[in-house]
Every structure is written in structure tokens, then in C-alpha cells.
């Protein structure tokens, strides 16, 4: 009986022992009741415990051994002095945080902002971005440009003892016409518009030296550009000489290109540079230098996607910029307009009239204008208000919102015609894409620019916006050109494809089976 007792205290000390090491060392319960098996776990617990904190160590062995000694003592021995310098807290105090916003509450419209910005990045990298950009920039200009001829120019056509529709149904007859345009370029292969680039190219000569043919040719504002076809409907040659420009330029670098020519600089300038002088010169008999403007423009940009030496690009530009000052000096009424820049008066002769009320109605306009209609420039304040300075009509009724849409606009189709150039693996798509986005952007530059007071007029139309059907319908070919060259990706002829009636029900159909056979299959973890 005493051995059993002795063996219960026994076993009673090291439980009280093993209890006070668990408390310092957070070590678990020894299983037998031997005091060795007791003092290794302390140990084990006063070991673990040290590399937690000095203090922690200091601590552990005092408290077991006064707790075995006295159990039933409510006190304990004073511990031992501890040699290891405290630990200094470093960290700040709490702050009342009573009436402050939970870090988690601030987070959710930072993480709602990331969600809304990977979702965009996601929808701009699509590979039928480009095809979107396009078609819809285009329409939507289109339409805007419509509301804005029909707004712009009844008080002309009132003045010209004409229907106050009149013009506005010129456009749109052009408007029908260059769909039609569009939508037969956009399902053109790239073979047929190949074999289509010499040819246009001569009828556009043929066309540019029948302008200066005495009883052909009809001058209109100073320059001889147009042709008469009949009645009130009147053809100018050099806007379709643009469009043959960039077919034949693409075709004759594509070309050289694939026998590997383009390395050499002769190969590269001749016959490109010496064609594209000859349109420019044929254009440039008639007077009209904005158009001259444009064609170099891409002839430059050709240039540009060619790869062409920094160099050779440098001599060339600095050749057309020195050509530009000569012709310019040479005629009075264009050196009036380059005196015209940054023009406060309307000067001698009213010579800066033009420019000087594009820049009222562009003021007058505020943030959202005046409204549709409500232009008071147009009435005879401003010359060409549904033409050249169509632009300036809109900033007047629409304000800076309807100018910043417009701008937007032609930024949206300028980034697809690049997007479409850099990422297609034809060539001649891509100097035919780059071509025709150098053209519509370097004549949306030209045009505002000189609404803007900051470039002469030229006499250039805003494309696709501007009054005229000479220069709608070869636009809208082109902008039928960039649809096509976007739908010729391999990814997004396959996404087109995926799009189709048939296809969406056949998908549907697997995917209906395929949900099927999962509903009919049992459960995981039965028999």
C-alpha cells in the first residue's frame, strides 16, 4: 500500500511537472508517469521555447521545479533573475481606429478598378479588335458626318438657289454608293486587288492628264482637278489617284520583297519614287498642293514599313521639304496662307478670313455647343462651312464633346489600320494597310491643322466627315481594303467562323450532350 502510494505521488509530481513544462515550453503531455521522462520533456519544452525569445527561456525551469516541489502551495519560489536584456518593443501603439475605414472596405473599388482594367486589356487584345475599330469608327463617322452636311450646309445651298437638302442628298447618294464600295473591297482577295493595281494606277494618269485637257477639265476654287460628267455631278481624278498610289505601291514593294530586292536602295526608290512624282506632278498641275501633301505622305510611309535606311529617309524627306518652300514661294495666294498662322485680324483683302472665323466657331462652342443647327457661323460668316471646315460647324454645335468624339474616332481607325498592318504575315497587306492608314491620317492632320490655325489651308477634307463624293467614294474603298486585311487573320477568320449560325448550333449541341452524359454519370465514391 505504501509502494502504491509512493508510486500515485510519483506519478502525481510528474504529472504536476509535466503539466507546468507543457505550460512553459507548450510541449504535449508525456504518456508515462516517470519523473526522467518528465524532466527530458521540460527539457525538450525550455529548448523549444529558447529559440522563441531569451525571455521565454529564462522563465521555463523556475516555474517547473516550484511546482513540483509544493504543489499544493498557492505561491511558488521567487524566479530567478533573468540575464538577457529585454526585448524592446518597436512597435508603434495601436491608433484609434474607431472611426476609420477597414482596409478591406478600401480595397474592394481598388480591386473592382483591377477587374474592370484586366477585362479591358482582355476584350483590346481579341483578335477581331481591329475588325470592330474599323467597321464601327467608320460608320459611325460616316453617320456623324451625314447629320453634320445635312446642318452645315442648308444656309449654302439656300444662297446657290438650291433646295436646302440639296447637298445633304448629294452625300447621302455618295454614302449609299461607297457602301456598296466598302462591301465589295472587304470580300476582294488579295489576289484580285494585285492584279487590280497596274490598272488603276493608269486609269488614274489617263484620268490626271484628261483634268488638264481644255473643255474637260473644270476649275473649281482656284484649282483645275475636276471633271464634268453631267448636270451637277463632277469627278475629281486625284482623289482616286490615292487609292491607286497605295495598291500599286504595295504591290511593287510586295514584289521586290520576295526576291529579296529591298536591301539594295535602287530597288527600293525606283520605279516607286518616280511614279508616285509623276502623280504628284500631274495633281500638282492642276494647283492643288493639299492633295500633293497626301501623296507624299505615302509614299513616305511605304517607305517607312519598307524598312528604308535612316539615312535614305532623312534626304528624301529633306528633298520634299525643300520642293514644298519652293512651290509655296512661288505662288502669292499660298504664301498668304502660311502668313496667316497664328492670324488675330483678318488682314489685307480679308486674306485671313477663313481661318480666323474657324477659330471663332470653334470658340464659340463651349463644352456642348450651341446645338444641332444653331451654328451662326455658317450663315455666311464662314466660307466652305460643309467642306473643308466641316470641322470647325461641329466644335460650334456640339462643342468640345462633339470634337473630342470625332477625334476619338479617327484614333480608333488609325490604331486598327496599324494594328492590322503590324500584326498580318502578308506583305502586301501590310504596305496596303500602312498605305491607306498614312493617307486617312496624314488628311485628318492636314484638315484640323488648318482649322486649328496650326498648318495653311490646304483645301484637304476631313475623309469619310467633309462634303464631296469624289473623295467618299475612293475613302470608303479604302477603309473596305482595312475590313478585309482584318478579316484575313488566321485568328480572326477563326473567330468570325466560330460566330456563324451553324456553327454556334453544333457547339451547342456538344455541349448539350456533353452535359448530358455528366448528369448521367453517378456520383463520385458510388458503385
Given amino acids: 500500500m505504501t509502494a502504491d502510494k509512493r508510486r500515485g505521488g510519483g506519478s502525481a509530481g510528474a504529472g504536476v511537472r509535466s503539466s507546468a513544462s507543457g505550460r512553459a515550453g507548450q510541449a504535449p ?13 521540460a527539457k525538450a519544452g525550455a529548448r523549444s521555447t529558447g529559440a522563441a525569445g531569451p525571455a521565454a527561456k529564462s522563465t521555463a525551469k523556475p516555474a517547473a521545479k516550484s511546482t513540483a516541489k509544493s504543489p499544493a502551495k498557492p505561491t511558488a519560489k521567487p524566479r530567478a533573475k533573468s540575464t538577457a536584456k529585454p526585448r524592446v518593443s518597436t512597435a508603434k501603439p495601436a491608433a484609434n481606429t474607431a472611426g476609420a475605414t477597414p482596409p478591406a472596405v478600401l480595397a474592394r473599388p481598388l480591386d473592382g478598378i483591377r477587374r474592370l482594367r484586366n477585362r479591358a486589356r482582355r476584350a483590346w487584345d481579341r483578335p477581331l479588335t481591329a475588325y470592330y475599330l ?3 469608327g467608320s460608320l459611325l463617322i460616316t453617320l456623324l458626318g451625314l447629320v453634320m452636311v445635312f446642318s452645315s450646309s442648308q444656309i449654302e445651298a439656300l444662297r446657290d438657289n438650291l433646295p436646302a437638302t440639296y447637298y445633304f442628298r448629294k452625300q447621302l447618294l455618295a454614302a449609299a454608293i461607297g457602301t456598296v464600295l466598302l462591301l465589295i473591297a472587304s470580300r476582294m482577295p488579295v489576289k484580285l486587288l494585285r492584279a487590280l ?3 488603276v494606277l493608269a486609269v488614274s494618269i489617263v484620268l490626271l492628264g484628261l483634268v488638264q485637257v481644255p473643255g474637260i477639265g473644270v476649275k473649281v476654287n482656284g484649282s483645275t482637278n475636276w471633271i464634268q460628267l453631267g448636270g451637277s455631278f463632277q469627278l475629281q481624278p486625284s482623289e482616286f489617284a490615292k487609292l491607286a498610289l497605295v495598291l500599286w505601291g504595295a504591290d ?16 527600293l526608290l525606283v520605279p516607286l519614287v518616280p511614279g508616285a512624282l509623276l502623280v504628284c506632278a500631274l495633281v500638282l498641275l492642276g494647283g492643288d498642293m493639299g492633295t500633293v501633301m497626301i501623296l507624299v505622305a505615302i509614299l513616305f510611309g511605304l517607305l517607312w514599313i519598307a524598312g528604308a535606311p535612316t539615312r535614305m529617309f532623312i534626304t528624301v524627306l529633306s528633298v520634299s521639304a525643300v520642293v514644298g518652300a519652293a512651290l509655296i514661294m512661288s505662288a502669292p495666294h499660298r504664301m498668304q496662307r502660311v502668313a496667316c498662322l497664328g492670324a488675330t485680324e483678318p488682314g489685307p483683302g480679308d486674306a485671313c478670313w477663313q481661318a480666323l472665323h474657324g477659330i471663332y466657331a470653334l ?3 463651349g463644352w456642348f455647343g450651341s446645338g444641332l443647327g444653331a451654328s451662326v457661323e455658317k450663315w455666311g460668316e464662314l466660307p466652305e462651312p460643309h467642306t473643308d471646315f466641316i470641322f470647325a460647324i461641329t466644335g460650334e454645335e456640339l462643342g468640345l464633346a462633339g470634337t473630342l468624339s470625332v477625334l476619338t474616332l479617327f484614333a480608333a481607325l488609325g490604331y486598327a489600320g496599324i494594328r492590322v498592318a503590324g500584326r498580318t504575315e502578308d506583305p502586301f497587306v501590310r504596305y496596303a494597310a500602312g498605305g491607306v492608314t498614312c493617307w486617312l491620317m496624314a488628311q485628318v492632320v492636314i484638315n484640323l491643322g488648318a482649322v486649328l490655325g496650326l ?3 490646304a483645301g484637304v477634307p476631313l475623309p469619310l466627315f467633309s462634303y464631296g463624293g469624289s473623295a467618299l467614294l475612293p475613302t ?13 487573320d488566321p485568328a480572326a477568320r477563326a473567330a468570325l467562323a466560330m460566330r456563324q449560325p451553324g456553327v454556334q448550333k453544333t457547339l451547342a449541341g456538344v455541349r448539350g450532350k456533353s452535359m448530358r452524359r455528366r448528369v448521367k454519370r453517378p456520383p463520385s465514391g458510388e458503385r
Avoid at 511593287?252 to 530597288?267: I, M, S
Wanted: a positive charge.
Fill in 29 to 41: 503531455r508525456p504518456a508515462g508517469g516517470s519523473r526522467a521522462t518528465a524532466q527530458s520533456t
Fill in 134 to 136: 474599323v467597321l464601327g
Fill in 197 to 199: 493595281a497596274y490598272p
Fill in 252 to 267: 511593287l514593294l510586295a514584289r521586290k520583297g520576295d526576291r529579296q530586292l529591298l536591301r539594295h536602295w535602287k530597288h
Fill in 363 to 365: 470658340a464659340s462652342g
Fill in 455 to 457: 498648318l495653311p489651308i
Fill in 476 to 488: 470608303m474603298f479604302a477603309v473596305g481594303l482595312l475590313i478585309a486585311f482584318a478579316r484575313s
